[in-house]
């Protein structure tokens, strides 16, 4: 039956190599292009306009055949990453559109954006307690695992809801976001012991649309896609307890999200920034780094700690 899963992604990853230019092509007559905020760095003014929410053809993708592998193996697991993937994916959608429509930046307030983040953070965590009931994470290079017992839920909604902000901050540049996702996809999911035809399920579709988005960026992922991509490594993580490994697997989503936190804490407390500005790719673009060469960088650092997270499996 593998091979039957490996066929079906690799008809996806055609198919999506087909569809993602009409898709384009279609989005620009819409005129449904990014907007650009306005305190991001002047080098992507030219950006504004670019056709967004590209997301959505590997969200749809993703969903799919997740849910195939849930029918036909019974793998509650894959339930799971549909379910997750669609929701947060539904999140960033409704972010991609409003910002559309209003024709700014901002789609959802902050608030809006939070409270779904969390509502359906809580419905994932009920999923994963129906289908794999624990409350304990893994430790990497250790065989013990840590019991946070009746604090788990609450953790697992923070972790989630953690996991889409990281992997949102992080898309900032051309190929980055879709070049660390498929990074930490393929370590996490090693790390949780899924065989190579179901990790390609969750890989080439994000591939498919990587080619249209390496510069110059024919198309962004949008919140949509995310938001989506955070949710699912995060839904993947949660259900087979490897939390910690993502600090290695995930290592450049979670270092995206800390700059910004540390960022904004120092200048509140101490009103001084750490970073010339943060996420931290805006800081190396700021010190002259090329975009090609943040993004390069960081795709491999993030390989090299991911790989590090291997040698964690005992």
Same mark, same amino acid.
């Given at each position: 039956?593998?091979? !039957?899963? +490996?066929? *079906?992604?690799?008809?996806t990853f055609c198919s999506l190599l087909l569809l993602y230019p009409i898709y384009i092509k279609w989005l620009k007559n819409k005129q449904f292009g990014q907007y650009i905020r306005p305190e991001g760095p002047d080098l992507h003014n030219y950006k504004q306009g670019t056709p967004t929410m590209g997301g959505l053809l590997f969200v749809i993708a993703i969903s799919v055949l997740s849910l195939i592998v849930f029918f036909v193996n019974g793998n509650s697991l894959f339930l799971v990453i549909a379910v997750s993937t669609v929701l947060f994916g539904l999140v960033g959608f409704i972010d991609d559109y409003s910002s559309i429509k209003k024709r700014n930046a901002i789609g959802l307030t902050v608030l809006q954006k939070l409270g779904l983040q969390l509502l359906f953070s809580m419905v994932i965590m009920f999923l994963i307690f129906k289908f794999n009931h624990h409350t304990y994470l893994r430790i990497p290079f250790s065989r013990k695992t840590i019991d946070f017992k009746f604090f788990y839920p609450i953790w697992g909604v923070l972790y989630l809801?953690?996991?889409?902000n990281a992997a949102n901050l992080t898309d900032g540049l051309d190929g980055l976001a879709g070049g660390i996702y498929i990074v930490s996809a393929f370590f996490t999911s090693l790390i949780a012991g899924l065989s190579? @035809?179901? !990790?390609? $399920? *969750? !890989?080439?579709?994000? $591939?498919?649309?990587?080619? +249209?988005?390496?510069?110059?960026?024919? !198309? +962004?992922?949008? @919140?949509?896609?995310?938001?989506?991509?955070?949710? *699912?490594?995060?839904?993947?993580?949660?259900?087979?307890s490897i939390e910690l490994f993502t600090v290695f697997t995930c290592f450049i989503f979670i270092l995206e999200m800390l700059s910004v936190i540390i960022q904004v804490g120092s200048f509140k407390l101490r009103k001084k920034r750490v970073f010339l500005m943060a996420p931290l790719h805006h800081h190396f673009e700021l010190k002259k780094w090329s975009e090609e060469r943040v993004v390069m960088m960081f795709w491999l650092i993030n390989f090299l700690v991911g790989f590090i997270a291997l040698g964690g499996v005992l």
């Open positions: 039956m593998s091979y !039957i899963i +490996f066929l *079906l992604a690799i008809i809801t953690g996991m889409t190579l @035809d179901n !990790i390609s $399920i *969750l !890989i080439l579709p994000v $591939i498919a649309y990587l080619l +249209f988005n390496v510069k110059p960026a024919k !198309i +962004f992922m949008g @919140d949509t896609g995310s938001l989506a991509l955070g949710g *699912l490594l995060g839904s993947l993580a949660l259900y087979n």
